[in-house]
């Protein structure tokens, strides 16, 4: 789960005790994401800040449960995820898809895929090789854009939460106007599911005030004394 490495202390002190592997330009902004490992445990880090780390993993496989379980009994599901991780969410959503579904992933930053196939391999195991998957490297909101109606579940976990952290371009994500765009990218009954680290009653009020039906999820953090973790299923009403 992410978390603040040791707040407070310089970035050369709070990782002094990981080793950095290798370091990724995000895209559209003067940033980087970076990949360190202590022991057999790997983060990949965005100023000082955890965006993921491989030994927690719970509430981004609930994420995927909660959007894609629904699903399960679909012929041929089209599903979205935003935000490639170390594939937590992705070997989740598989894990309970038909063989028909189509799982596209859109990764911004092109290192996270590679680290899936170089440092990382062994985590992803065999997922970005199911027939099922394709992984699209750019930003997850043009994707989203690319047509009317044509994602069965759309999960997003791009960020710390409804708001622009690896880019602040992402804001466009949680917007109103990112909201509408992506109620009209889904189908009737379709789900958008968006993880956060913390409540935000500000974005639930705003995906209700644009048409979802929301359901609000709260995820105990795996970190004992940690502010619970939150999955919004927000669903287009329809058939």
């Not at 999820?217 to 939150?230: A, F, L």
Request: net charge positive; with cysteine.
């Amino acid at each position: 789960m992410r978390r603040s490495l040791a707040p407070g202390a310089s970035e050369a002190a709070r990782l002094a005790s990981w080793t950095e592997l290798d370091t990724g330009p995000i895209p559209g902004t003067t940033g980087a994401l970076r990949l360190v490992r202590r022991d057999d445990e790997h983060l990949i880090v965005v100023d000082g800040m955890e965006l993921m780390g491989s030994h927690r993993s719970g509430s981004e496989r609930e994420l995927a449960l909660l959007a894609c379980g629904a699903l399960r009994d679909h012929p041929a599901p089209r599903v979205l995820i935003g935000g490639l991780g170390m594939g937590f969410t992705l070997r989740a959503a598989l894990a309970v898809l038909g063989p028909q579904a189509r799982v596209v992933v859109a990764e911004l930053v092109p290192a996270v895929v590679a680290w899936a196939r170089g440092p990382l391999a062994p985590i992803f195991g065999d997922c970005l090789d199911d027939p099922r998957v394709e992984i699209r490297e750019g930003d997850v909101n043009r994707v989203i854009q690319s047509g009317p109606e044509a994602w069965d579940a759309i999960l997003l976990d791009v960020d710390n939460g409804p708001r622009g952290l690896v880019s602040r371009g992402n804001d466009r994500l949680y917007d109103v106007w990112g909201l509408k765009r992506a109620r009209w990218s889904l189908r009737p009954g379709g789900r958008l599911a968006v993880w956060s680290g913390c409540p935000d009653r500000k974005f639930k009020a705003r995906l209700q005030r644009t048409g979802f039906a929301v359901a609000e999820h709260r995820i105990r953090s795996e970190r004992p004394g940690r502010t619970p973790h939150v999955v919004w299923i927000a669903t287009r009403p329809g058939a």
